[in-house]
């Protein structure tokens, strides 16, 4: 059994992660972290599963940077959430596209992880679980390569004051979206108490990119999609 800190955001990835965690029977501490994020009623999902859980948790407020996390439709008031599905570009005040990655927030795990490690600090932890999957790894801050490098450069920046051990693990790296919400059936997950949706509304928009992949995995994975959605399923060409 190890000390873990594990990033739990509220979703469906993070959430999965911290009852696998458990159930293998690691001693777990819970940590949300509101970067300024559009959707941060997602952290109330990260209290519940903690309470779920019986396991500490803290919640750290860097909503601060929201200001230099600019030019992303999570970070950035000025931006609207693409709507329409997979690849959408946000669009501006005044109709004009936003070119790029629009749901994506560069460095912004960094950001997160370096919060995670502090903590991992001040409770002796062995080792920071990161809730990313196999869709998520690509060539920047979600890489292997960067997770691999971040260990290394927190070796060094904890050196004498963490657990000589200390870890980095990611647990759901290897895993499909249907493969974790597999594992989450498997393990009881509460999937009504997680939250996906980029707009964060009051329910699901059912039409955000990350709305759609809830969607898809649910019934990919074979299992039933507790979620209540505002809008109609987006309609999913059959390849």
Known sequence: MSKIIAVVSGGIDSVTMAYHLRAQGHDLHLLGIDYGQRHRRELA??????????APYEESDLSGARGVLRGSSLTDPTLDVPV??????????DGVAVPGRPNIVPNRNALLLSAAFALAVVQRAEAVAFGIMAEDIGPSDTSVEFLDAFLAM???ATRGHAHPDLDLVAPLAHL??????????????????????????????????SCVERREAFAAAGVHDPTTYAAEAVTVEEA
């Open 154 to 156: 927190e070796r060094i």
């Open 84 to 93: 329409e599905g997979h690849g959408s570009a946000p669009m501006t005040g």
């Open 45 to 54: 999902c990260a209290r519940l599963a903690a309470r779920r859980l019986d």
């Open 176 to 209: 499909s979206k249907r493969e974790v919400i597999t594992l989450g059936d498997q393990l009881s997950v509460p999937f009504e108490d997680t939250w996906t949706c980029f707009r964060g509304e009051e329910l699901h928009c059912g039409r955000c990119a």
